[in-house]
């Protein structure tokens, strides 16, 4: 191993161009993050910014699974809701069905209702057109209403949310301030007719909305609860019903996605999830009925205008050639340019997918991973490299994932999620400083940061950059940013970071 005079000579040399990512080389370190770290732009949003991250998925992110038995499937959606830890949390996107001690969905109040409910389905019937499939914008499974009565009387419930002081919330619930919160929905000229929108707390009074007539062009449009104020009961937004139902407008139906519930007197972390179970990368590029550019911007905009999307998405693609990669590409051009139009300017955080023993083995998900660091590392057409952040479940776990993580081979529960998202929240807050668990190229944690400051770290950012690794820029004219050029700017930014440790 070369000399510390070495190594000090080479950072005060003149800079030199980082090598080009060579996707082909096998000596590469593990492709465990890029972008993420105390003091990296996309870090900061999720801990301490105003940050409306949207995940898009599969069933793995699902937001409407979590089995209230521990052994039950859950999702990454909800473990991030447990187990990350931003400094303020300020909003969510509910499921569409109940997730108790969480979120109560009560649907159709009245017993007299003969009322049909049905989730949306890729049932490819075009003739079925209230079903729109993988290119929908909600988490499975959509909730569509259909009144089937010719005397419907105002004063039924129809849906109706309750945040619930569960076991979810870290600390107090975030939904003890005043919130505001929106019924976001698919509206159509077959819409029911007349409804109001009621709020309340615990303990305290109900408001509710004049009429509202929700039926009109084809559209994903809202519908505005009241705003409520502080308080510690829990808080309740319903739709419910008014009069003016047209028993020859039949069917009436209600296509509700979701209601954006948050805060109105700070901003932090919110989540939603456009998830979709059985989804692979190309669902998401079809321009289904309902999910042309315009359809996807009425429901980023009806849902707080989203400035992170979460990716995560390989467990059903079975092969990843670089047309795949192409694709998520693609994709997040896609959902740049319709964020643009809506004046947002968003960032991407890239998760690659775990490994296991059944329908996602460990060597494609590190394919995944290592598309996915190329993309960080290079941008895409419209994203600039500063905009794009990734984190591999894969090489983090550095071998499949274990069984007991996994409720059927595949899909997490309850443990396995949170175990996950721990994994990912440490990469988010990792110290930049801590760049190996081991000195040893043989161990599975060579170049996996481990939490700790040792001088086995220093010496693996010395071979890293004594090999003019990419992985060594850390730092140009902005410090703590890299700019593709090694020199002394960069040796003795890390020395600084493994002198202040990970505190």
Known sequence: MPGVMTFLAIALGAGQPVDQLDFADAGRRPWVSEGLGLGRPISELIRAGDCRMMMIGDSISNRNSDSQDESGQSSMFWAIVRRWQPERWVGIATPSNSQGPNIQLARIQNSRATVRTRTLVNDGDESNIFSYGYQRFSSAPTLDVLFDVEDFPSGWVIIRNRLMDGDAWADEPWFSGPLAADFVYLRTPETVGVLHARSSREGGESVTTPAIEPAGPLGIASI?????????????????????????????????????????????????????????????????????DERLGEYLAATGHPNLFHIHLGTNDTRFPTEWRDQIVELIDRLDRVSAQNGIEPSFLLVGQYGTTRRISQVRAKMISRYFDQIARSGTPRVSEDRIAMCSLAEILGEPVSADWLVDGIHPNRAGAHNLADLFWAQIVRCRADVTGSDDPDEPSYGVPDGQIDGSDFFYYLELYAERRDDADLSGDQPGVPDGILDGRDFFFYLDLFATGCE
């Not at 705003?227 to 028993?247: A, R, V």
């Not at 069917?251 to 979701?258: M, N």
């Open 224 to 292: 505005p609860a009241p705003d409520l104020g502080d308080g510690g009961g829990l808080p309740e937004f319903s739709l419910i019903s008014g009069q003016g139902y047209d028993e020859l407008a039949r069917p009436d139906h209600l296509i509700w996605l979701t209601t954006w519930v948050r805060r109105t007197d700070a901003t932090g972390f919110s989540l939603n999830c456009a998830a979709v179970g059985g989804a692979g990368v190309a669902d998401f590029l079809s321009d289904g009925r309902f999910a042309t």
